[in-house]
Structures are given as C-alpha cells and as structure tokens.
C-alpha cells in the first residue's frame, strides 16, 4: 500500500464528504457519544478494502477500535462480518460512506476478477488491467485487481511505453514510431518497457520486422488471426490480447496461447458488492 497516496485520497475524499459539518450527526446524536458498528456482507464475493478501511478509520479517528474477522481475499457470502469497529458515534458515521463506497467497489472488483482468472485458470494466459479506470480511485481499483488475481497494467502514462493506433498514426508509422520511442529512452536515460498495439498481421509483420519492443498487443483479432499471430511471434515477444473480450469468450482466446488478456470492463463496468456497516 503507498501509503502517502493512501492518506492523500482519504483527506481529500472525507473534504469533499463533510464540508463545513455532518449537521445530522451534530444535531441528532450527543457529543461524545460512543457506539459500535459492524461490516456485513449482503451478496457473496472476494472482499477488498479492509486494509483502506482500516486506513480511513484512522485518519478520522484515530481512538476507533476495529477488530477485524474476515481479510482482503477472503471469498465471503451473505451474513458474513468483516471485522467491527467501536468508539465515537460521530467518527463512525463520517467513515461509513467513504468505507463502504471504497470497499463494495473494491469488492466487485476483485470478484470478477477472481471469477475471470478461474476460468483462465486451466491456460498459462494471465489477466490485465487498463487505464479505463475511475478519475481519483485508480490506485485502490487497480489494488482490487491485485487482490482478485488478476495482474496490473501500466499504472499510468508514465511507467511504460505503450504506442498504440493513434500514436502510430501520428509517427507516421510503425517504424517511425518504434525508433522514435527508443532513441527518447536514451535521450531520457529511462528504463521502460516498449510495447506496440497492432490492428492486423500486416502491422505485426511491420513490427517483427524492425522489433526494439518488449510486448506485442493483437487489438481486436479474431481468432484464426490470432492464433496465427502467436505462431508467427514465436516467444520472441510478449503477447498481450485485447478488445472485444467477454467473459465469454475469454477462454477462447485464451486458447490461441497469448501470454496476457486484458479487460476495461474490470473496472469500468464492475458490479459494487453489497454491503452495510450498521450499528447494533
């Protein structure tokens, strides 16, 4: 956990909650008033984001007592308590949305994950990430991955190179676009992998042909294409398919022996695991 990034997010996320007051607890509970709360599951899942709760009741609180019964990857089903936390009614009830937001989220996350990489389970394929993640909460979705099996991407447009369809228009073309990005890395004096989104084999022969990548992405190949396209990279490259891939037809692809899938839908469209931290 980066912590420093961790704090970040939850001061910035419990300002944008509170503003100048939570006037419902102040007007409706009496100062210094103790009470308890527990973590229940309402749908079964992988659960994810104890670890931030712990972080978020902290920060608010830092007198909160949490006792913790169930940890991140733990698969759980309907009754089940994470963990419980006691101490000022207040303190509880200016954390409960930002930790139930962070953790139903986290939670569907790593569910779906953890269902995609069971069906990839019988291949040697491992399943990506993307950027198509929410504004704000990329760290804490792509942690969720993590926790669901599944494997980062990039974290950003700094930790790798990846030059795509657009990028490649822009250079001028494959060849262009893969001297430029190595000769920037030396200017640079960086150290980043180099991978290449290609559209079809005709691209992928352009790149085999000059090579100075690291990872091949097959953009939206159909099946005949891309078990060709392994046979024709032949371990010489990483491969790495992508678009158009439901759970589905994952497995699939995964058939035609590419090294890694990766899915948007991970975390752009992912269910929220029902949850509710209620008082007793």
């Known amino acids: 956990m980066d912590k420093k990034l961790i704090d970040l997010f939850i001061k910035n996320a419990i300002a944008e909650d509170l503003g100048d007051g939570d006037h419902t607890s102040m007007s409706t509970i009496p100062a210094g008033a103790q009470g308890k709360a527990k973590l229940l599951v309402k749908e079964d899942g992988i659960l994810a984001g104890v670890e931030l709760a712990l972080e978020i009741f ?42 139930l937001n962070c953790m139903q989220r986290m939670s569907g996350i790593a569910t779906k994950t953890h269902h995609i990489v069971q069906l990839l389970s019988p291949y040697q394929t491992r399943l990506l990430d993307t950027r198509k993640t929410t504004p704000g909460m990329r760290y804490l979705e792509k942690w969720a991955v993590r926790i ?8 950003g447009l700094y930790d790798m190179i990846l030059i795509k369809d657009n990028h490649v228009d822009y250079a001028g073309g494959i060849a262009h676009a893969i001297t430029a990005a190595n000769a920037y890395l030396v200017a640079q004096g960086k150290q980043l992998e180099i991978e290449i989104e290609v559209r079809n084999l005709e691209e992928l022969n352009q790149v085999l042909t000059k090579g100075m ?37 994952i497995t699939e692809y995964a058939a035609c022996g590419v090294d890694y899938i990766s899915m948007g839908a991970l975390t752009h469209s992912v269910k929220s695991l029902d949850m509710s931290l209620k008082a007793y």
Not at 66 to 93: C, N, R, W
Not at 149 to 155: A, D, L, P
Not at 226 to 236: C, E, G, P
Request: net charge negative; glycine share 10%; proline share 0%.
């Open 148 to 155: 669901g099996g599944g494997v980062n991407h990039r974290i």
């Open 58 to 99: 902290k920060q608010v609180d830092s007198a909160l007592q949490v006792e913790v019964f169930l940890q991140d990857g733990d698969a759980v089903k309907y009754g089940d308590i994470a963990f419980t936390v006691a101490g000022s009614s207040h303190a509880i009830l200016l954390a409960e949305r930002l930790v």
């Open 213 to 249: 990548v690291n990872r091949i992405m097959l953009d939206n190949f159909g099946f005949a294409d891309l078990r060709q396209a392994v046979k024709l990279i032949d371990h010489q490259f990483t491969t790495e398919a992508s678009g158009g891939i439901t759970e589905e037809n």
